[in-house]
């Protein structure tokens, strides 16, 4: 048996519309009965009379306020929660355009959306107007049981073609409305350009938070209505946000939370239909496949995003990740075919990247991949030419990526360690033992540790040896809680 719902739960304000509707109540005594029972603001206890979702209700508002000339009203779920709440925290005051749209949707006076609260809320002059305002709604009928229903006369001749007519164009300002313009949409993909460029410089759980909240409002509006087109853009912005939260989720060391985010932004990518974004989701996939030991399924990914036709240089980082997990396979032959394609892929570059930041694949971050290739097919000396080839690069990039930076760095200690320099493997690893807790995230971690393993070998026994294995494991030891360092609730899908 199932457990018995929560006072003013959904499945109780459904079952008491449904039996008073089946009494024959009005709405205006089911939304009394809404705010009597379950405490509710008047506005809300309407929205519910109706059944009405906070979207649902901004939808309607904003479509009858187009009959208004003059007093068009722009709504959103977020704005009619808040006007619902008002007066009180975190509220927003509705406006009287908003207040006569409000009537209008859901068929009521707009003295039956205001209690005592609100009118001592009220400026006076708005109160004034309230009042002395003659009625524009009529009076709502009472519903009538199935029983009841009469059918009613159709319309005939030129009334016929008349009533059609004005059935089109109520739906025309229906379908002409949108929750999100075009100025809206550009600052959409501007703040998720800034955020996906912040994270190569900034602290990774801040940041996650703020791509959070902007994916939220996205998928908030989708829940809306907007134009095909508009949809589109903002399956787009949802996508890259979505890629940029597997991203940093993955570099959190939650690979299993990453893997949820990239299948929901192939989901958007799929359903733009948009090929950079697509190929910049799989991109991220094989990342996290990579990360996680999925090296055969990190290829895949790698080579599925390669035969999308793209514009920027997703191309030439979907060829490095393939070198890289061929070399993590100790598959030598495919690591070099592959290394040699990046370069085939940024010759036939046609075009700037959407996105850029992490959504971007610079010659200082090409650099850093083949280096770390180049060391699993034992090219030690093609390894550390990559590495200084790398830092000179980055060195003269704009914005500097520490993440970038620092697995350049460990490449480097890993090529001198491989021709027995212990002391330059040392020095190339002081900026990465000197990052600050914020800044070391699973991947450095991961290949400091898979580096300190390798030093045990009897050309690196010396002091200097000892001195770098014991610095690395400290370094790991304090790195471990970060990976974990979210708080409850952020890190969630």
Not at 133 to 139: A, F, G, I, K, L
Request: hydrophobic share 40%.
């Amino acid at each position: 048996m199932n457990a018995p719902s929560k006072p003013g739960s959904k499945a109780d304000r459904d079952v008491l519309r449904q039996d008073m509707t089946a009494a024959g109540c009005t709405l205006a005594d089911i939304a009394i009965e809404m705010r009597t029972r379950f405490r509710m603001r008047p506005r809300e206890a309407w929205r519910h009379a109706h059944g009405w979702t906070l979207q649902q209700a901004a939808d309607r508002i904003t479509q009858a306020s187009t009959t208004r000339p003059g007093e068009s009203v722009a709504a959103d779920a977020s704005l009619v929660g808040k006007w619902e709440k008002w007066p009180g925290p975190s509220s927003r005051r509705p406006s009287l355009p908003v207040l006569f749209s409000m009537a209008e949707a859901f068929t009521c006076g707009v003295e039956d959306l205001l209690d005592l609260e609100d009118r001592r809320a009220l400026p006076e002059a708005d109160l004034h107007l309230l009042i002395h305002r003659p009625p524009t709604v009529q009076p709502p009928t009472p519903p009538t049981t199935p029983s009841s229903i009469v059918a009613p006369l159709e319309p005939t001749g030129t009334d016929l073609v008349h009533f059609a007519a004005a059935e089109s164009a109520t739906w025309a300002q229906w379908a002409e409305a949108s929750n999100v313009g075009d100025i809206a949409l550009e600052q959409l993909m501007a703040e998720t350009r800034a955020l996906a460029s912040d994270y190569l410089t900034s602290d990774p759980v801040p940041l996650f938070v703020r791509t959070r909240a902007l994916r939220d409002r996205v998928f908030a509006l989708l829940e809306g209505h907007q134009y095909p087109r508009q949809s589109a853009d903002l399956y787009v912005a949802a996508g890259y946000l979505c890629g940029l939260l597997a991203w940093m989720s993955s570099d959190l060391g939650q690979l299993r939370d990453a893997d949820t985010q990239g299948r929901t932004a192939w989901l958007c990518a799929e359903l733009a239909g948009h090929n950079d974004l697509r190929a910049w989701v799989l991109s991220t996939r094989s990342k996290v496949a990579f990360w996680d030991g999925r090296l055969r399924e990190a290829i895949n990914f790698a080579r599925h995003g390669a035969r999308y036709q793209t514009t920027g240089s997703v191309a030439v980082l979907l060829s490095c990740q393939e070198a890289d997990a061929w070399s993590e396979l100790g598959a030598q032959d495919e690591a070099l075919a592959a290394l040699a394609r990046v370069e085939e892929a940024r010759t036939a570059m046609s075009g700037e990247d959407e996105i850029g930041g992490i959504f971007s694949c610079q010659p200082a971050r090409q650099e850093n991949y083949a280096a770390a290739a180049q060391l699993r097919v034992g090219r030690a000396a093609d390894a550390l030419r990559s590495a200084d080839n790398a830092l000179a690069l980055l060195a003269v990039q704009p914005v500097r990526a520490y993440g970038t930076e620092a697995q350049i760095h460990i490449s480097r200690a890993a090529a001198c360690l491989a021709t027995g320099e212990a002391e330059g493997a040392l020095e190339a690893l002081a900026p990465v033992l000197a990052l600050p807790p914020d800044h070391r995230m699973a991947p450095v971690t991961r290949r400091l540790s898979e580096l300190c393993a390798g030093i045990g070998r009897p050309f690196a026994s010396g002091t200097t040896a000892v001195g770098l294995r014991q610095a690395i494991e400290e370094f790991c030891m304090d790195s471990a809680p970060r990976h974990l360092a979210l708080s409850p609730g952020e890190g969630s899908a």
